[in-house]
């Protein structure tokens, strides 16, 4: 017996968590956080719906939260096995994990401050850092693209790059039981090719039998990259002639650095204005990139090189802020200046305190240049509403708000179709990782067409897969 079932990330964009079991192992395939509306958030500290004490490792994908988030709490729930992954996923895991244990931590301080006066029961974290730390020891020996490792009893993987973000992976997972064998492809995220950071997704190594893939464009394609490129030098260009801000909610990994590389070469060609104030207020951010500049394994060549020759993701007028007082400062600024902050999906972090001080002004610009899922004030934002709710106050909007959805990191429609194509005839794909009445309704449809057969998984629902 065979049985795939997931537990994230079905029939909805995050959390994605899948698990494979044999009659000799069992095996996850990642552990990520649900993220959007406060109901979702709620759901990470839902038990799991397996025994995590009795997996025999986890294979993750990349560093996401949405994707890796969710690991300290397995790792406290019994959890002892190796986690594979590749050099550059580690380090960025390291990275995260660190940043959501601290941000937990934190809340729940304040949060008992307030309850000492209300007596309200607060809610422990989901994790500490020392949860995060003892995570990380679970790391094995890093997973080169295009090593086929055996990860468990009668399993074996091998990880490919998946051109999502800097170290990202999907992975073939061969699966032998009873003398017969299943190929399952887990597409994790999949890139969107033709980026100059990273290069273009790669098939599998073999024909799967299964693959499991993501939907999270399954409905649109997205612009070119010199299209969108254009499309952000000149909101930028626009805001800094009517003298207003330029916010963009940033992803710390791969959107920040992406940006950063846009603006450089825009800078270098004359197009925007050669000391042009650019504040990265994103400790993440900051480290992520550095992280970049040391994994010129995971980076297409030809950036690679050029990161080799001169710093590409350097600007003349940047700055980069890691303090809290240096970030409080930058909303003195009245106009004429670049500000990236986390959170991307303004669920949290310093763009919110900069969306206060901006938000409401006419001359001002925000960019979002990501995903932004239903529940969160990104999205809010994007569907246009007219007041927004920020540290308690009501703000109206009157900045132009620029949706530039060609710097995502996931691959538009043609990309998944042109990906999964190149997985062969598979006997069924089962879709993940994405708005069920969007992106995967729209992605079977097509898939219907062409004759594919197709599963929208159900949260838990135990599929049984046909050896031969």
């Known amino acids: 017996m065979i049985r795939l079932s997931s537990h994230g990330a079905a029939k909805q964009v995050t959390g994605s968590c899948h698990l494979i079991e044999s009659e000799r192992a069992r095996v996850l395939i990642d552990c990520g956080m649900f993220q959007g509306s406060r109901e979702l958030e709620d759901d990470n500290a839902e038990p799991f719906a397996f025994d995590a004490s009795r997996l025999d490792a986890v294979l993750?994908?990349?560093?996401?939260?949405?994707?890796?988030?969710?690991?300290?709490?397995?790792?406290?729930?019994?959890?002892?096995?190796?986690?594979h992954a590749t050099d550059a996923t580690r380090d960025l895991t390291r990275l995260l994990l660190m940043d959501a244990a601290g941000l937990q931590e934190e809340d729940t301080k304040r949060a008992r401050r307030r309850?000492?006066?209300?007596?309200?029961?607060?809610?422990?974290?989901?994790?500490?850092?020392?949860?995060?730390?003892?995570?990380?020891?679970?790391?094995?020996?890093?997973?080169?693209?295009?090593?086929?490792?055996?990860?468990?009893?009668?399993m074996r993987a091998t990880f490919v790059d998946a051109g999502h973000i800097l170290g990202s992976a999907s992975v073939l997972l061969e699966i032998e039981d009873q003398g017969k064998r299943v190929r399952m492809f887990f597409s994790g995220d999949i890139g969107n090719a033709g980026r100059p950071l990273?290069?273009?997704?790669?098939?599998?190594?073999?024909?799967?039998?299964?693959?499991?893939?993501?939907?999270?464009?399954?409905?649109?394609d997205h612009r070119s990259w010199d299209a969108s490129v254009d499309e952000l030098v000149e909101a930028v260009s626009s805001a800094y002639r009517r003298g207003g801000n330029v916010l963009i909610p940033t992803f710390a990994l791969e959107r920040a650095q992406e940006i950063l590389y846009a603006l450089?070469?825009?800078?270098?060609?004359?197009?925007?204005?050669?000391?042009?104030?650019?504040?990265?207020?994103?400790?993440?951010?900051?480290?992520?990139?550095?992280?970049?500049?040391?994994?010129?394994?995971?980076?297409?060549?030809?950036?690679?090189?050029?990161?080799?020759r001169h710093d590409a993701l350097e600007l003349p007028g940047l700055r980069m802020k890691r303090e809290t007082a240096e970030s409080m400062a930058i909303n003195r600024i009245s106009g004429g200046a670049v500000i990236?902050?986390?959170?991307?999906?303004?669920?949290?972090?310093?763009?919110?305190?900069?969306?206060?001080?901006?938000?409401?002004?006419?001359?001002?610009?925000?960019?979002?240049?990501?995903?932004?899922?239903?529940?969160?004030?990104a999205r809010r934002i994007v569907?246009?509403?007219?007041?927004?709710?920020?540290?308690?106050?009501?703000?109206?909007?009157?900045?132009?708000?620029?949706?530039?959805?060609?710097?995502?990191?996931?691959?538009?429609r043609s990309g998944l179709l042109d990906w999964l194509q190149r997985c062969g005839t598979p006997k069924?794909?089962?879709?993940?990782?994405?708005?069920?009445?969007?992106?995967?309704?729209?992605?079977?449809?097509?898939?219907?067409?062409?004759?594919?057969?197709?599963?929208?998984?159900?949260?838990?629902?135990?599929?049984l897969l046909q050896a031969t």
């Not at 939260?65 to 300290?72: A, I, S, V, Y």
């Not at 969306?355 to 239903?374: C, D, P, Q, T």
């Open 115 to 154: 309850a000492s006066r209300s007596g309200e029961r607060v809610p422990e974290p989901l994790y500490g850092l020392n949860d995060a730390l003892r995570t990380m020891d679970l790391f094995a020996r890093p997973v080169t693209y295009g090593e086929t490792r055996e990860i468990a009893p009668g």
């Open 60 to 83: 993750l994908t990349h560093a996401h939260l949405d994707h890796c988030g969710r690991l300290p709490l397995l790792r406290k729930r019994g959890f002892r096995g190796p986690i």
């Open 428 to 463: 069924q794909v089962f879709l993940v990782h994405g708005d069920y009445d969007r992106g995967m309704q729209a992605f079977a449809e097509e898939l219907d067409r062409r004759g594919q057969p197709w599963h929208i998984s159900g949260m838990g629902e135990p599929i």
């Open 383 to 412: 569907d246009g509403a007219e007041r927004i709710r920020l540290f308690g106050d009501d703000i109206v909007v009157r900045a132009k708000v620029h949706t530039i959805n060609g710097f995502s990191a996931h691959a538009g």
């Open 198 to 220: 990273l290069n273009d997704p790669t098939p599998p190594p073999e024909p799967p039998d299964y693959v499991v893939m993501e939907t999270t464009y399954g409905d649109r």
């Open 340 to 377: 990236m902050a986390g959170s991307g999906m303004c669920t949290g972090g310093r763009i919110r305190h900069h969306l206060r001080y901006n938000i409401w002004n006419e001359n001002s610009s925000i960019i979002f240049v990501g995903y932004a899922a239903a529940g969160t004030l």
């Open 264 to 308: 450089h070469h825009a800078i270098e060609g004359g197009r925007l204005p050669r000391h042009l104030p650019v504040f990265l207020d994103s400790p993440m951010a900051i480290s992520a990139t550095q992280i970049f500049t040391e994994h010129p394994e995971a980076l297409r060549e030809g950036f690679a090189d050029e990161l080799a």
